[in-house]
């Protein structure tokens, strides 16, 4: 959290030491990149509260960041985007997640409209959001909301807003899709679990559904749909698997995935060339960002020893938060830290790495716990989030519900 949005990555060891981040850590002004300051909101029902300040405000040019957005501040002056948050606390990401669950445990299931409703209050009660920062696609919700669309079709979409297509809209799917998969599995005469096809379907049903809430986007959708089966995979998988069954397993689902037509580093070379990608025509962006190549995700052997995450993310694909270069980013890491005993080592490269590594990092963890287990991610992991006991009560709470069938 405290090196979210570093996209300069040599920033983020001067800022936070020669190991880069190795522990959880406050957000702490100055973010020598950020560009909280200035960012818009025009709706009229009140999201911002005590962090109005930081909004719609106006000034001359100081500098320019990695994507050619023209700045106000110098980078000394700059508010991080988590400002205030202490170590161990979440972002608004993952507050929107708690979000979720607390509306599943309170109704008993899930409800999509039950959900949308907690969602509204926690940003119109003060004090409910804590971040500094919240993303666009939630700042055009609740614009679209004030101008009277129903709240269930306040989602933006990506065809209006590039940026729509983002990891935080894969991340509020997993919760609906694993909670509705529970839902469907079934008990054999002999006593096994197992799911019925329809259930898999009816799972990505309820997600997708759940997806476009929030997010409008072809990219998140195709995102999620080709990242559904490797999560069942991994679930599914037999104790004692080793890193070369696991890495097996995720070459194989990668196959679902499309690099981007265009480069990571390329990617950006258009942005600065452009002044920032809010200069940069509409189609043109549509295309830059849901133009696919033709071939599957090669995740091979070869690439693997050919790149190392840092040249991987930054060169191949870029570090930003679109789904069509994290998700390839996802795999990487998780192939180069696969199995038992590197949970750590995961989540701490996607962090030094840079970029959208909140985001980013949501749908790693969701991979490499997955993979592991609860029991086998790192202790000081779960002791050091901010009230992680009633967080993880919380998660039991819900996986009791969406299991209540299998007695």
Known sequence: ??????????????????????????????????????????GSIDILHDKRRFYNREGEVSGADSHGNRL????????????????GQNTHTMASVKVLLDSIT???????????DRWIDFHTTPGR??????????????????????????????KNRWSIGSHTG????????????MQGLERTADGRLQLPPAALSRALE???????????????????????????????????????????MLQKNAKAFHLPRITGAELMDRYREANGPFNIPTDEMWKLHTDLKDEPFDLSDTLLAS???????????????????????????????????????????????????????AILGAVMGAMVGFERIPGWLKDGLDDGKGLIECIADVVEIAAKGLA
């Open 1 to 42: 959290m405290p090196a979210h949005w570093y996209y300069e990555r040599p920033n983020i060891f001067k800022r936070f030491g020669p190991d880069g981040v190795t522990a959880y850590l406050p957000a702490e002004s100055p973010h020598w990149e950020s560009m909280v300051d200035g960012m818009t909101y025009r």
């Open 72 to 87: 106000i501040d110098p980078p000394d002056k700059r508010t991080h985007y988590h400002d205030g948050l202490q170590a």
């Open 106 to 116: 309170e109704r008993g299931g899930y409800d999509a409209e039950g959900f949308i």
């Open 129 to 158: 959001n804590t971040d500094t920062y919240l993303e666009i696609y939630v700042r055009r919700f609740f614009e679209n909301l004030s101008e009277g669309r129903p709240k269930m079709q306040c989602a933006e979409d990506q």
């Open 170 to 181: 894969v991340v509020f799917c997993v919760i609906p899709f694993l909670f509705t998969l």
């Open 206 to 248: 309820v997600a997708l559904s759940h997806q476009r809430l929030t997010h409008v986007s072809v990219n998140v959708t195709s995102a999620f749909t080709a990242l559904a089966p490797l999560l069942v995979d991994l679930l599914s998988a037999p104790d004692g698997l080793g890193p070369d069954e696991y890495r097996k």
């Open 307 to 361: 790149h190392s995450p840092e040249s991987f993310i930054g060169d191949i694909v870029t570090s930003a938060c679109y789904t069509e270069h994290g998700l390839p980013a996802v795999l990487f890491m998780a192939a180069k830290n696969a199995g038992d005993g590197h949970f750590a080592d995961a989540v701490l490269c996607n962090v030094n790495v840079g970029g959208d590594s909140t985001g980013r990092g």
